[in-house]
Nanobody
Framework: QVQLMESGGGSVQTGGTLKLSCSTS????????VGWFRQAPGKEREGVAG?????????MYADFVRDRFIISYDAAKEIVYLQMNDLEADDTAMYYC??????????????????WGRGTQVSVSS
């Protein structure tokens, strides 16, 4: 059974930083994709970043990331991270971790992911 659990959200001021973590269990040993998505009130869920577990293909970032965020994966601990720097008010949203037991080409498209965490709230105030 695949389980994902996010942590690390919180409230920061504009320009601040947060590091989100997603603890995973039950995923395939090799060849899967993990990603981060977000959903702000009244808006659709959108992809933030996605990568393959073995780093076999290009990491994808949404255009709005603009080199501010970094996704990474610690295979030994089975934890996916999202380092978020220079946060803006528009980054306020619920952030979700997602995974699929196969390699996804369109890593920012939520339709391809099979498993989801419950989310962690990020609030950025000016």
């Amino acid at each position: 059974q695949v389980q994902l659990m996010e942590s690390g959200g919180g409230s920061v001021q504009t320009g601040g930083t947060l590091k989100l973590s997603c603890s995973t269990s039950g995923l395939a040993r090799v060849g899967y994709t993990v990603g981060w998505f977000r959903q702000a009130p009244g808006k659709e869920r959108e992809g933030v970043a996605g990568m393959d577990s073995d780093g076999s293909s290009t990491i994808m970032y949404a255009d709005f990331v603009r080199d501010r965020f970094i996704i990474s994966y610690d295979a030994a601990k089975e934890i996916v991270y999202l380092q978020m720097n220079d946060l803006e008010a528009d980054d306020t949203a619920m952030y979700y971790c997602a995974a699929a037991n196969w390699v996804i080409t369109s890593k920012l498209d939520s339709r391809w992911y099979d498993y989801w965490g419950r989310g962690t709230q990020v609030s950025v105030s000016s």
